[in-house]
């Protein structure tokens, strides 16, 4: 006879508080009042406490480290992440919550998770990072002793240094200096401390795809311990820059001019990984690699601050160059004085009657260059024109500079100026701030006529409205 097995029947009750029916669990209740009624969120912390360093700028994860994080960054939110502890629940979302910015306060959500016998629970809870300000143990060193471990001079040694301003811009456009722990100025450039050493190698590498440098490097031993083996020294790296500038006369020696296939009076065009040069009379273009313009290195024969005014009295004749495909013209100059230039010039740029171009007179130069005096005088140009003259006009931007920068040259950073103004490519590589004097005046209803356009200037604001 077969053995009788009552089968098994499932139980339901009645939820405690809706009254709901359920299938029985711990809490005896059902999903949403079991929602509403448990808190998984009581063991986590509301209030949260970061450490920022205000002189670098970085935000301290114990036990040791300091990281540098943006506000309402990825980098940030993993760090208050991190500060907060939790038993028994875990956290599978999170975002920032807008704060004011000088508040001190940096305001996020997380959604914590829990799972029951039966039941996943999930709550949204807020949290309150609240920013105190610690000073790193590098920045104590710095203040305290000055301490460096690698320092990085820039040097140019000319009169006037425009390359190291366009240097100094392209640093500020790419923060390449956010990791120094203090900048200082000298005579003929800037010096750039740094704590860590591989900050200091990186700051190199930056500096020599940039600009045809000359690098030099010495290791000073501060200290060494025979017991533990360790040993420090200071690192001390020394950039320097070619004397010529852009729109620099130079004159080459026979042998750098074979090379380059060019004559030996050209002007510097642009000044880039390549030393750009052109020959004012053809058009023609040449590169000087770094390597190459170290090897045998050239100075200027005169400077802008040379330029002279011509105006043009005569075209004699115009033909195009078969290789530059450029309209070279022949003509006759009136000097500034009003003598006349005896001999014709010719120039690559266009030109007109009534014109002024601004130019190099050689006629009467007396210089100690040995490239310009094994030229005999039958071959030495009487004037070399360089370029035509702009007017001024009024700008509504300026550039922003470093912190504790050498003070302004007026003169160099106008002629710096009028050559971002001039050139698109170097207007790309740097930045913009505003010059607030010029927009009032500018919204005010006065005309300012901008060389560079208004879009361009807008796009580089960051597309703000004047």
Same mark, same amino acid.
């Given at each position: ?10 139980? @339901? ?14 809490? @005896? ?12 969120? *009581? ?22 480290? =300091? ?6 960054s990825k980098e940030l939110l993993e760090l208050c992440l991190k500060k907060i502890r939790l038993h028994g629940v875990e956290i599978v979302d999170s975002w920032f919550v807008w704060s004011e910015p000088h508040s001190k306060r940096i305001l ?23 920013? !105190? ?25 000319? %009169? ?7 240097? %100094?811009? $392209? ?88 090379k380059l296939n060019t004559s030996r009076f050209v002007i510097c065009q642009r000044i880039r990984k390549n030393i750009h040069l052109l020959c004012p009379e053809t058009g023609r273009e040449s590169e000087v690699t770094g390597l190459a313009y ?24 115009? !033909? ?21 230039? !005896? ?6 740029? #266009? ?7 601004? #130019? ?40 922003? *500079?470093?912190?504790? $920068? ?29 010059? %607030?004097?010029?927009?009032?005046? =500018?919204?005010a209803g006065e005309q300012i006529e901008s060389e560079i356009p208004i879009e361009e200037i807008l796009q580089k604001f960051g597309g703000m409205e004047l």
């Open positions: 006879m077969k053995r009788y097995a009552p089968g098994k029947t499932a139980m @339901n009750i009645l939820c405690c508080r809706c009254g709901v029916v359920i299938q029985p669990n711990n809490e @005896n209740m059902c999903e949403e009042c079991l929602m509403e009624g448990v808190d998984i969120c *009581r063991g986590v912390p509301r209030q949260i406490v970061l450490q920022h360093c205000r002189s670098c700028e970085r935000f301290h994860l114990p036990p040791k480290r =300091w990281i540098r994080c943006s506000m309402e996020f959500k997380i959604v914590v998770e829990k799972d029951t016998n039966d039941l996943t629970i999930k709550q949204e809870v807020g949290v309150e990072g609240v920013v !105190q300000n610690k000073q790193c143990g590098d920045c104590e060193m710095i203040e305290a002793e000055k301490l460096w471990n690698a320092l990085v001079q820039i040097r140019q040694r000319t %009169e006037n240094k425009r390359t190291l301003l366009y240097l %100094e811009q $392209l640093v500020i456009a790419r923060n390449a200096h956010r990791e120094t722990s203090d900048i200082k100025t000298s005579k003929n450039g800037m010096d750039f401390y740094f704590v860590d050493k591989n900050a200091a190698a990186r700051f190199s590498s930056f500096l020599e795809m940039v600009l045809p440098m000359k690098k030099e490097r010495n290791e000073k031993l501060v200290s060494s311990s025979m017991q533990s083996g360790t040993r420090t020294s200071k690192v001390t790296c020394v950039f320097t820059l070619p004397v010529v500038c852009r729109e620099d006369l130079v004159c080459l020696s026979k042998q750098q001019a074979g170290w090897k045998e290195p050239f100075r200027a024969l005169q400077t802008r601050m040379h330029l002279r005014r011509f105006h043009v009295l005569e075209i004699e004749s115009t !033909q195009v160059d078969a290789r530059t495909q450029k309209q070279i013209a022949t003509v006759y100059l009136l000097s500034e004085d009003g003598v006349p230039v !005896q001999s014709v010039v010719r120039t690559c740029l #266009g030109v007109d009657l009534d014109g002024v171009l601004l #130019g190099y007179d050689l006629r009467t130069l007396n210089t100690c260059n040995d490239a310009f005096n094994t030229i005999s005088e039958n071959e030495r140009p009487d004037i070399v024109i360089v370029k035509r003259e702009r007017e001024s006009r009024g700008r509504l931007w300026k550039l922003p *500079r470093l912190d504790m $920068l050498m003070p302004e040259d007026k003169e160099t950073q106008e002629v710096f100026m009028q050559e971002i103004e001039e050139d698109k490519d170097v207007r790309r590589e740097v930045c913009f701030v505003r010059n %607030e004097e010029e927009i009032s005046r =500018w919204m």
